[in-house]
């Protein structure tokens, strides 16, 4: 069975720094697009950021681009959102969401943008408050 479980949100000033961290199952890191999504009362959920689950090229929104770095970590079966200079429009429920895929396939998905219709697999979520 397919598992996301993210960790390390939290409530910070604005200026502050997050990291949070999504542990998957195996089944599902072996090969996999991968990314963070988010979502704030009332809005729509947003890709923040993405990565294929081995490595290499990175995919950022206009908001995060510049401030937040997605990683992977194969040996722990991780991906990590490092964020950085945190505004209170950052303030949101974060996802790790996950769908099986090759790398070459992964890389088509997020020449489109980072749409979260493309992801099968998602985590609970974790809270990242950020006050002014």
């Known amino acids: 069975q397919v598992q996301l479980v993210e960790s390390g949100g939290d409530s910070v000033q604005a200026g502050g720094s997050l990291r949070l961290s999504c542990v998957a199952s195996?089944?599902?890191?072996?090969?996999?697009?991968m990314a963070w999504f988010r979502q704030a009362p009332g809005k729509e959920r947003e890709g923040v950021a993405g990565?294929?689950?081995?490595?290499?090229?990175?995919y950022y929104s206009d908001s995060a681009e510049g401030r937040f770095t997605i990683s992977t970590d194969s040996a722990k079966h991780m991906i990590y959102l490092q964020m950085n200079n945190l505004k209170s429009e950052d303030s949101a429920m974060y996802y790790c969401?996950?769908?099986?895929?090759?790398?070459?396939?992964?890389?088509?998905?997020?020449?489109?943008?980072?749409?979260?219709?493309?992801?099968?697999?998602w985590g609970q979520g974790t809270q990242v408050t950020v006050s002014s």
């Open positions: 195996e089944d599902i890191y072996s090969s996999a697009c």
């Open positions: 969401a996950a769908v099986k895929s090759d790398r070459v396939p992964c890389i088509i998905t997020f020449t489109r943008g980072i749409p979260k219709g493309a992801f099968h697999y």
């Open positions: 990565i294929w689950s081995g490595g290499g090229s990175t």
